[in-house]
C-alpha cells in the first residue's frame, strides 16, 4: 500500500483483506492514516476503523486532521469520554470551540449520575390534597398530537374522571421552542391544568443537559411549591430517564414521592445505526442511568407486561412495578364501513386490502415488509392492494422500493392524516398489520395503533415480537409472523383472506378484549389504586395486569 495513495484510489479499502491492514499497520504515514480512516468512516466500517487507531496508538495524534477523523469515527460508535477528551485537544489547537466541550461535558455529566440539586436544606410540603398529582412530562397536547401526548392526555382524563387531581408541568422551552406567536405560561385543558414552564423568547435547544436539567429542576420547584401534590409523576423523557432526574430533585427537596413511568428504552437511541446501538459507553451508562433511577424511584410504572418482564430482568424488584397499559377510545374508534369516496380518492377502489398507520422516520416501523408482501402476493395472482398511511422521511425510499418491486400500483402512500380524520384511513384498511422489526423498543413496547385497530373490528397480524404478541395473543386475537420476513407475512394474509370465519372470530376476540380490558378510563381506577398504597391511603395494589 503506497503512501501516495489518495482519498479516490482508497475509495475500495477493504478492511477484510490483511495484507492492506498490516500495510496501514506498518506503514502508513499521517495523511495516509487520515484517508484510510475517512474512508472507513464513509463506508461505516467503523470497527476496522477503531482497530487501526488502536494499533497506531498515539503515533499521529499531533495532526488536526487526524484528532477530528478519530473523533468523527469515536462519536460513531458512542464513546463519548474519548470524544470529548480529543474535543479538548482540538481546542487546545483551536480546532474546535469550548461550546462544544460545553455540551459534550453536560451530557457525559448527566450520563455518569450528577443529578440536578435544588439548593438549601430539607423543605417539606404539605399537600393540597391527597389527590392532587403533578405529572413532569416533555410535551403535551395541544400543541402536539402524537402518541407520547396521546397517551398522556388521556390518562389524565382517566385520572380525572376517576376522581384525582392532575397537574401537568412541561419542560423549559415547550412549546415555545415549536411557536412562533405568544403562547401562554399556563392553560386548561379539557378541564386539566398545564403550566409550561416558560423563560420567555429564549432559545434552550443548545444549553448542555445538565444546565438544562438543573433550569428545570429549579423551575419546577418553583411551581411545585404553588401545586402542593402528594405525588410526583415522571414520564420518560427524550433520553428516557433525564425527566425523572428532575423528580429526584423535588423529592430530595420537599419529601414527596416518585412515580417513573417508563414508556419506552431509549439507551438505544443515541444512534440510527442498528448493528451499533447496543454497544459503546453512551449505551452502557444510559442503562446503568435507567437502572439507577428506577431504583431511587417510590413506584415504577410501565406499559405491557414484556416491558415489566424486561424490568424485572435488569434487576427491578417486581412488587416494585406496575402496569398502566396502553389503551383507545372505544368511543372514537369504532367499527364502520369503508370509507368508499376516501378509497376513490387515493386510488385504492374496492380492492382487498392492508395496511399500517404509523410515521416513516424509524426503520424499526419496517413498512418494507409490507410493500414487499405486496411484491409477494402479486406473484401469486392475489389482488390485495396495501395502504401505508403516515408520512416521514424515509417515505422517498419505500415508494422507490414500490416501483423497483412494480407494485407501485398496488401501493398507496396517503400522506400526513390529521388525528381528527384518522378513523376514515383505518376503515379503508381490511387488515392491520404492525411489521415492527426486533429492534429493542420495537421488541418490548406496546405502541397504540393496534389498539386503535381492534377498537375499530380489524383483524390484527403482528410480527412476532414480545411487546405485539402480547396484543394479538395468536390464535385468540390475531396472527404473527416472524419479524421482517415478507413472505411468511403474504402468507398469513392469504390464510386471513381464505378463512373467512377465523377472521370474523379473531377480529370480535380483539374487539371485545379492548372494550373490556383496554380502553383509556380503565387506567383511572388503577392509577388511584398505585398512588393511594405510595401514600399509605390504601393496602399494597396487587403488581401487574387488573
Excluded at 71 to 97: P, Q, Y
Excluded at 336 to 359: H, I
Excluded at 380 to 408: I, K, M, S, T, W
Aim: one cysteine or more.
Amino acid at each position: 500500500m503506497s503512501t501516495e495513495m489518495n482519498d479516490t484510489t482508497l475509495a475500495p479499502f477493504d478492511p477484510s483483506d490483511s495484507n492492506a491492514l498490516g500495510a496501514a499497520i506498518g506503514g502508513a504515514g499521517v495523511d495516509l492514516a487520515v484517508s484510510i480512516l475517512r474512508a472507513l468512516l464513509a463506508s461505516g466500517e467503523y470497527p476496522t476503523a477503531v482497530y487501526l487507531m488502536r494499533h497506531w496508538g498515539d503515533r499521529f495524534d499531533d495532526d488536526t486532521d487526524y484528532l477530528k477523523v478519530r473523533r468523527a469515527i469515536l462519536g460513531k460508535t458512542g464513546e463519548l469520554s474519548e470524544v470529548l477528551l480529543l474535543t479538548h485537544r482540538l481546542i487546545a489547537k483551536n480546532e474546535s470551540t469550548v461550546v462544544a466541550s460545553a455540551g459534550l461535558e453536560g451530557r457525559l455529566k448527566e450520563l455518569l449520575g450528577v443529578r440536578p440539586r435544588i439548593l438549601g436544606p430539607l423543605d417539606p410540603i404539605e399537600p393540597a390534597s391527597h389527590n392532587r398529582v403533578m405529572h413532569l412530562v416533555k410535551e403535551s397536547r395541544p400543541y402536539l398530537s402524537n402518541g407520547f401526548t396521546s397517551r398522556s392526555h388521556n390518562n389524565f382524563l382517566a385520572e380525572k374522571s376517576a376522581g384525582l387531581d392532575p397537574v401537568v408541568v412541561t419542560e423549559p422551552g415547550f412549546p415555545r421552542n415549536g411557536q412562533s406567536s405568544p403562547m401562554q405560561s399556563s392553560r386548561t385543558v379539557d378541564g386539566i391544568k398545564h403550566i409550561h414552564l416558560d423563560l420567555g423568547p429564549v432559545d434552550l435547544t443548545g444549553m448542555p443537559a445538565d444546565r438544562y436539567l438543573q433550569l428545570f429542576a429549579d423551575m419546577a420547584y418553583a411551581s411545585m411549591k404553588e401545586i402542593r401534590p402528594a405525588v410526583i409523576h415522571a414520564s420518560s423523557g427524550r433520553r428516557g430517564f433525564e425527566t425523572v432526574l428532575v423528580a429526584l430533585a423535588l423529592k430530595a427537596k420537599t419529601g414527596i414521592p416518585v412515580v417513573y413511568e417508563v414508556r419506552s428504552f431509549f439507551e438505544t437511541n443515541w444512534t440510527s445505526e442498528i448493528q451499533y446501538e447496543a454497544s459503546g459507553e453512551i449505551y452502557e451508562r444510559r442503562l446503568a442511568r435507567e437502572l439507577d433511577c428506577m431504583q431511587s424511584v417510590d413506584l415504577v410504572l410501565t406499559i405491557g407486561e414484556s416491558m415489566r418482564e424486561e424490568l424485572i430482568s435488569r434487576g427491578i424488584a417486581p412488587n416494585k412495578i406496575g402496569l398502566i397499559p396502553n389503551g383507545v377510545d372505544c368511543d372514537r374508534f369504532q367499527p364502520r364501513r369503508k370509507d368508499q369516496e376516501l378509497a376513490k380518492s387515493l386510488g385504492v377502489g374496492s380492492a382487498p386490502t392492508f395496511g399500517y398507520v404509523s410515521n416513516m422516520d424509524h426503520h424499526r416501523e419496517s413498512q418494507e415488509t409490507l410493500i414487499r408482501a405486496t411484491a409477494h402476493l402479486a406473484a401469486r395472482g392475489r389482488p390485495d392492494h396495501c395502504v401505508l398511511v403516515g408520512d416521514g422521511p424515509r417515505r422517498h425510499n419505500l415508494e422507490h422500493l414500490a416501483e423497483d418491486l412494480g407494485v407501485q400500483e398496488r401501493v398507496h402512500f396517503t400522506g400526513r392524516v390529521d388525528h381528527s380524520s384518522i378513523h376514515r384511513y383505518y376503515s379503508l384498511i381490511d387488515t392491520f398489520v404492525v411489521p415492527r422489526i426486533a429492534e429493542r423498543a420495537a421488541t418490548y413496547v406496546t405502541p397504540l395503533k393496534p389498539f386503535e385497530a381492534m377498537a375499530m373490528g380489524l383483524p390484527l397480524v403482528v410480527s412476532s415480537l414480545p411487546g405485539l404478541v402480547e396484543i394479538a395473543d395468536p390464535p385468540h386475537r390475531g396472527w404473527a409472523f416472524p419479524p421482517g420476513d415478507a413472505g411468511a407475512l403474504s402468507r398469513v394474509l392469504e390464510q386471513i383472506a381464505d378463512n373467512p370465519q377465523d377472521r370474523e372470530k379473531r377480529a370480535s376476540a380483539g374487539l371485545s378484549w379492548v372494550r373490556q380490558e383496554r380502553q383509556w378510563n380503565h387506567n383511572g381506577p388503577r392509577y388511584v389504586e398505585y398512588f393511594d398504597a405510595l401514600t399509605g391511603r390504601d393496602s399494597e395494589p396487587t403488581r401487574g395486569e387488573k
